[in-house]
């Protein structure tokens, strides 16, 4: 499968060193979604919520601190920077450091919160963030150790055999585990009850494309239909 | 049990730590059955460990030859057109690195061997870009600790 069925007309790289980011234009549009995106969220304010009290007529106010909405803002505007470059990559370990920035920056943006249920399921997406790693790097790692390559560009001509079939089985249950999809969506799901909306939905936002590009990158290293 | 009580225990976050080891064990132990397939002509190839040690190098595992800025050494890119310098560099060593290899056979193995010891290129140079993210992901680690710490341990009695 070639980079230009996937990804539609490919518009040139960026070298460097052994890191070629490319472009192509299904990646350019992601890469250009996310900064947009990151530069909605890192003008935009907090909302605040209003919860009814039970049993009394008072209601009280959940506002973002200062100190708050700044670091959760920093962490934000991180968050969606590499969310962006992990869209371009064009190498898996970058990926999978990518990944791996978005998921602890993640953390970091609820860990601000002072709601005792979000941290409690923010520790225990913590819990998943760090056996992920494993998975996500000894995929790569082994991808590395089958076909002596992780550039994206090389792999793409690399016919697959069944460890690289293994190995990327192992890489998207770590970028899974990063990102929270399917089964594992409790504990990400349980972070949103919380005040701080823009900040949330760069979370959202970055595994959403971030689980665009895996299915990508998996496609480019097993060539499902034939090189 | 019933399908739709093994659904609503995934909805506990608690249990989900438990699912995710529960199901990478799993496909951990179906690689055991996976035939191995290595490519020993590797991107980033080195001799055998145990060669350089059994010959007494100093500079052992992490030895890989040529003389700074004339000679390169044993560093294979899988770019050579956009890392032009390859390997020129990789041979040098400070003098306090230079003095420390000449009283012990340990140096290659000690952790102060990459400050002004032997340079890394793949992480310094044809790499460099994973490196820098390597350490923006630890400081956002730290920013994030440190963070906590001063608002939630340090200054928890101004609430």
Do not use: N, P
């Given at each position: 499968m070639d980079l230009s069925t996937l990804g539609g007309?490919?518009?040139?790289?960026?070298p460097l060193g052994d890191i070629v980011l490319y472009l192509t234009t299904f990646n350019l549009f992601m890469f250009g979604a996310a900064l947009v995106f990151t530069a909605i969220i890192a003008m935009s304010r907090t909302e605040s919520q209003v919860e009814a009290e039970f049993g009394t007529l008072n209601e009280r106010e959940k506002k973002v601190s200062k100190d708050e909405f700044k670091i959760r803002r920093f962490l934000s505007i991180v968050c969606g920077l590499a969310t962006a470059g992990a869209m371009i990559t064009g190498d898996l370990f970058n990926f999978t450091l990518f990944v791996c920035l978005i998921g602890i920056v993640n953390i970091g943006i609820v860990a601000a919160v002072k709601e005792v249920d979000v941290l409690d399921s923010a520790f225990q997406y913590g819990i998943i963030a760090m056996i992920a790693t494993l998975p996500l790097f000894g995929g790569a790692a082994s991808i590395l150790a089958t076909t002596g390559t992780i550039s994206l560009l090389e792999l793409v001509n690399i016919p697959t055999s069944a460890f690289m079939l293994f190995s990327s089985i192992l890489l998207f249950i770590g970028v899974a585990g990063e990102s929270g999809v399917a089964p594992f969506f409790a504990t990400k799901a349980e972070m949103f009850r919380t005040a701080g909306s823009p900040f949330l939905v760069i979370i959202h936002l970055s595994s959403l494309l971030v689980i665009v590009r895996i299915i990508e990158i998996l496609l480019i290293i097993n060539k499902p239909f034939g090189i | 049990m019933k399908l739709g009580r093994i659904w609503n225990s995934l909805a506990t976050p608690k249990n989900i730590p438990k699912l995710f080891s529960i199901i990478l064990g799993l496909v951990l132990l179906t690689g055991f059955i996976v035939p191995l397939t290595y490519n020993d002509h590797q991107l980033y190839p080195r001799p055998t460990p145990q060669l350089q040690i059994s010959e007494k190098d100093p500079l052992a595992p992490y030895n890989r030859g040529g003389i700074p800025l004339e000679e390169p050494g044993i560093v294979k890119a899988q770019y050579p057109q956009f890392a032009l310098s390859e390997g020129m560099v990789t041979g040098y060593l400070s003098p306090i690195a230079i003095g420390v290899s000449n009283t012990t056979l340990y140096f290659g193995t000690s952790i102060y061997s990459s400050p002004g010891g032997?340079?890394?290129e793949i992480l310094y140079y044809s790499r460099?870009?994973?490196?820098?993210?390597?350490?923006?992901?630890l400081m956002m680690a730290?920013?994030?600790?440190?963070?906590?710490?001063?608002?939630?341990?340090?200054?928890?009695?101004e609430e």
């Open positions: 007309q490919f518009l040139g790289t960026i | 032997l340079i890394d460099g870009f994973d490196t820098i993210l390597e350490s923006s992901i730290f920013v994030i600790a440190s963070w906590v710490a001063l608002h939630f341990t340090m200054r928890r009695k």
